[in-house]
């Protein structure tokens, strides 16, 4: 009856994307975690209760002008409003429904793999409890998987929403949150996801 939808907010520079983050020092390291829960009653699914905490780097603690630029994230937030990422995890482990998939518009699991790993804790979160919304939203509009149309601060435009913050990890959870329910993505992965467990 829970889903609940993740995004994530990430160090960047100029070009790290290109290069998969390769470079000297340069890791994916999660600065703000944004999530809703979208709750099936009756039938119908609505937006319920939603989540944001910033983080603080652990391996880059200064934030780059080019993500500084792109999230408007300032240093003075990271530094005064920032958890720790162990703290932040947990924080939104405990906000998640116990019944809960987690979703996101892209390999959000992956990346918060990534940061448990650099901080050497143990994801809390299984890869199995997990799905990533875009191949079927893309499947649902038509377009290719790396159409740029399809990223999450654009997928308003679906829904005829407001534009919202790009780069915010809650606008833009908010905005996939909407398009997956306009575009009615959530029964199809509650329902495989329902057959998978009932397979094991």
């Not at 720790?84 to 390999?107: M, R, Y």
């Not at 919304?133 to 308003?156: A, T």
């Amino acid at each position: 009856n829970n889903v609940v939808v993740l995004d994530l907010e990430c160090t960047a520079w100029k070009g790290s994307v290109e290069r998969n983050w390769t470079g000297p020092d340069e890791e994916p390291e999660i600065i703000q975690i944004g999530a809703v829960v979208i709750t099936n009653r009756n039938n119908g699914w609505s937006i319920g209760p939603t989540f944001m905490e910033y983080v603080k780097p652990t391996i880059q603690p200064t934030l780059s002008g080019y993500i500084r630029t792109l999230t408007g994230i300032n240093q003075h937030i990271i530094d005064c409003e920032g958890l720790h990422f162990n703290k932040a995890l947990k924080q939104f482990t405990e906000f998640c429904p116990t019944d809960a998939v987690l979703t996101a518009n892209g390999p959000d699991w992956q990346l918060l793999d990534r940061n448990c790993a650099i901080n050497k804790i143990v994801n809390p979160i299984s890869q199995a409890n997990f799905r990533n919304l875009r191949p079927y939203i893309s499947k649902k509009l038509g377009l290719l998987s790396n159409d740029e149309r399809l990223n999450s601060y654009q997928l308003y435009k679906v829904f005829d929403g407001e534009p919202g913050s790009a780069h915010d990890a809650l606008s833009d959870a908010l905005n996939v949150a909407r398009a997956a329910i306009r575009l009615h993505i959530l029964e199809t992965i509650t329902m495989e996801f329902d057959i998978l467990q009932s397979q094991n």
